[in-house]
């Protein structure tokens, strides 16, 4: 049993913690050490089958930092690997986001690590002012982001990292939390991993670390996102033959209104219609390996496209008017054909929230034009 120790009441107001990127706080002379895994690079990425023109894509970036318009030339972060000694680990859940898991991490310097959903944030200093208890230990590799039992963010932010850390023999000391999801068990398992094998953190104890290792990726850094389907067996596999349309009509947003108007139009071209939340995790993994075509309104379930061969094609109902490129991104990088069907929104709430209708003429076209 690791010792449980106070926080020091150095703690300051969020205003007073200076923020630093990683390479920031090793440019500015932080102790540790740091390597890159891969350098910054520029993907040259296919249009939407469906888009003519780069022009006609969304370039309003949001808060995701990028644009439908930047993907075709979209910059992919550094992997980085980084030790820092002497950090605290802190975070806090938002209730009034469902819940969500926000992290942050503090070096020994008193400088705040700003790291992609790995961010300083005013809550941050309220718990550290709370003197809540921490647990000391001398090593640890941390990859738990924002929002990590998020289906998409596990299987595109957190998985990838697990594997580079496996390949490089440095899975000894990662410590993964201790309420975990059945699905992101199950994407352990899938991928040659034991959860239970893993070293694990309190929800109610923050962290005290002699010497914490830090892996930088970005999301949709094609090199990582190919080793989840690599793990998998999913690219070794030939194309699949089914058609797969993911419904969301059980959800509580971004439900497809016109659903059942739309559903002749793509049982007709040989769609099966699923909901997610009916399968276990490994289920909807074997179901990928088999999917030639996959089609679904804008939501996390897209996500599983990783487990799909390799040019399978994936067409996302999707609001321009609310941008959000993750999925083409994402298709882009595993070497998937991706089609953008225009969608309505509906709905008098936050974007993310609104109900989503597409005209059947603009899905009939991209029925038409897939490959037989």
Known sequence: MMPAIRLPGWARRSREVRRLTVPQYFAQGGPGSYSTIHPEAVAHNPLPCNVSS?????????????SFH????????????ATVPCCRVVWYRDETQGGDFFPAVLAGTGDALDMRELRFRPRHAAALRSGA?????SQATWIVERVYHNHSHWLTAHLPKLLLLRAMERLDSVLLPRER????DGSLRLLG???????TFAPDRFLQVDELTLIGTDRFRPELLRLVGEASGASAVPRGTRRVFISRSRAARRRLLNEEALWPLLRDAGFERVHLEDLPFEQQAALMRETA?????HGAGLTNMLFAPREADIIEFADPGFPNPNFYALASALGHRYWLVAAASHG???PLEKDLSCAPAAVADVLRRLPA
């Open 193 to 199: 991993f034991d959860p239970e094998a893993f070293r």
């Open 293 to 297: 075509v996959l089609c679904a309104p």
């Open 70 to 81: 930047d993907v075709p030339e979209r910059t992919s972060g550094e992997t980085f690997l």
């Open 348 to 350: 008098d709430c936050h």
């Open 181 to 184: 999801t059945p699905a992101i």
């Open 133 to 137: 208890e921490t647990v000391r230990l």
């Open 54 to 66: 780069r022009d006609a894509l969304p370039a309003e970036r949001g808060w995701w930092g990028y």
